[in-house]
């Protein structure tokens, strides 16, 4: 993809944004940060802004899906991942969600997981930095009022929920050290550095069923088959799943194993803001990232395989175990129920999931450099975004 080809959208001047802040995020000082590092920047930059502090989980989600959006250039939300995650979810469940998923969204980091923001981060061509450095950085780009378009991941679950994500969905190691290591969350980052070491003491395999959809295979495939189209729920066609009761499409690829340590499904570049798990990039429209770990690595590579990943120099460990693909959908059902489930790093349960990636369908602010890989930007947010993902195209 060619950046300076691609047209983009621009925040107004002057700019009006709602910030969603959690003062509870990361060590607690979401609220002092903003004050310190954040709202002379925006001064600067001619951004007025309004400030709620979230009071309890779930109460972004709540309050977008209410909200007066048209009051709002933008919404910022300042917190770490699982806020971003509750409010696209609360414009998804609005009756005007065609139009409100188009509201231009900003990641401020003040969480102890930003890998959202360390991804924008990377995208605009900064240098991987944490902490107040990655702040000013991300409210810079919100200072520039440039837009860039974003994937977006349906979840379809055995117990019939529907979920979206906007970073990651993770089973097994790397969602038990997101949610275990909760307790430690005044730590900020150093959290998973201690849930990585707790975990590899007790290493744990999870039994399941692993099937995905190449990127390769999309483009010479015509559907032959049932598309999963739920009337009852609001969003997106999820044009190549079929029912999770059913088997996937022969053009399918089913992973022969059945015992993994972990898996995982990533839209963008960073899984934290020192953890640079996608450096390989993607080379087709509509595409996300499938690492998975197959059962009998050894603790000392696996802590090697995290050890690296901070630089991203994890793929040139030359690990058998490690496996990556890109992929557009994927099937994943645990055996037995075991395992723990994290989408963008909130707890879901454990059952039968599958996904489908629906790229440009909304738009954040963003930088110079490489968004996502897409080819076509979503449409500008005063109309609504496509029924069905485009056709993927090749670079």
Known sequence: MDPAGSPRSLLPQPCRVLVLLNPRGGKGKALQLFRRHVQPLLAQADVSFTLMLTERQNHARELVQVEELGRW????????????????????????????????????????????????NHYAGYEQVTNEDLL???????????????????????????????????????????????????????????????????????RGRLAYLPVEQVASKTATFRALDRQDQQGPVDAHLVPLEEPVPAHWTVVPDQEFVLVLALLHSHLGSEMFAAPMGLGAAGAMHLFYVRAGVSRAMLLRLFLAMEKGRHMECNCPYLVYVPVVAFRLEPKDGKGTFAVDGELMVSEAVQGQLHPNYFWMVGGRGEPPPSLEPPPPPSQKPQQTPPREKPL
């Open 73 to 120: 250039d933008a919404l910022v939300v300042m917190s770490g991942d699982g806020v971003m995650h509750e409010v696209v979810n609360g414009l998804m469940e609005r009756p005007d969600w065609e139009t409100a998923i188009q509201k231009p969204l900003c990641s401020l980091p003040a969480g102890s997981g930003n890998a959202l923001a360390a991804s924008l």
């Open 136 to 206: 000013t950085n991300c409210t810079l780009l919100l200072c520039r009022r440039l837009l860039a378009p974003m994937n977006l991941l349906s979840l379809q679950m055995a117990s019939g929920l529907r979920v979206f994500s906007v970073l990651s969905l993770a089973w097994g190691f790397i969602a038990d050290v997101d949610i275990e290591s909760e307790k430690f969350r005044r730590l900020g980052e150093m959290r998973f550095t201690v849930g990585t070491i707790l975990r590899l003491a007790a290493l744990r395999v999870y």
